[in-house]
């Protein structure tokens, strides 16, 4: 198994609990590959990937290989995505891109 690929998730969102409010059933989404958890320090000022609690899918959490996968903090640890993308240009949005772009916020701010 190519152990890259377990945290790269793509896909369609199914259900969404009382507190998602800017995600519903059907949007189109990616997973950051550092989730936060909206609460410690890092993640209130805005450094998402040293949150204290943070998870990895497919590495603190289930991943791409599973049927479902639970996000914590799906406003702000999911990206919508257009519908336009196929699965495997979606999934590595998530990793390479979001990662990327949430460090350069940071670095931007500094």
């Known amino acids: 198994m190519d152990t890259n690929v377990i945290h790269k998730i793509a896909g369609v969102i199914e259900a969404a ?5 800017k995600r519903k059933p059907g949007d189109w989404v990616t997973v950051t590959f550092v989730g936060g958890c909206r609460n410690c320090p890092q993640h209130i000022s805005g450094n998402h990937p040293v949150c204290d609690s943070q998870f990895q899918p497919g590495f603190t959490h289930w991943g791409s290989f599973a049927e479902y996968v639970f996000v914590d903090n799906a406003d ?10 196929d699965y495997v240009t979606a999934a590595n949005l998530g990793c390479r891109f979001v990662t990327s772009y949430r460090q350069s916020l940071i670095r931007g701010r500094s």
């Open 17 to 21: 609990g009382r507190q998602v409010n």
């Open 76 to 85: 702000i640890n999911l990206v919508s995505l257009p519908n336009s993308l």
